[in-house]
């Protein structure tokens, strides 16, 4: 007996050798931007990118 739909895609687990940390935190920050930009009606301020990306001003 079938567990999935006929046709539908079953995805291989992730390999976790193929996990980068790095890359998906980069990802995460500019995600972040990015909807913030989308949403916001006038151009960031460089404090308010500094705020997204997690960067203490006075570092």
């Given at each position: 007996m079938?567990?999935y739909?006929?046709g539908e895609?079953?995805?291989e687990p992730?390999?976790?050798?193929?996990?980068?940390?790095?890359a998906?935190?980069e990802?995460?920050?500019?995600?972040?931007?990015?909807?913030?930009?989308?949403g916001?009606?006038?151009p960031?301020?460089?404090?308010?990118i500094?705020?997204?990306?997690?960067?203490d001003?006075?570092?």
């Amino acid at each position: 007996m079938a567990l999935y739909p006929p046709g539908e895609r079953v995805s291989e687990p992730l390999d976790d050798r193929l996990r980068d940390d790095a890359a998906l935190a980069e990802i995460e920050l500019t995600s972040r931007l990015m909807i913030a930009a989308s949403g916001a009606a006038a151009p960031l301020s460089q404090a308010e990118i500094d705020g997204l990306l997690g960067i203490d001003p006075h570092a």
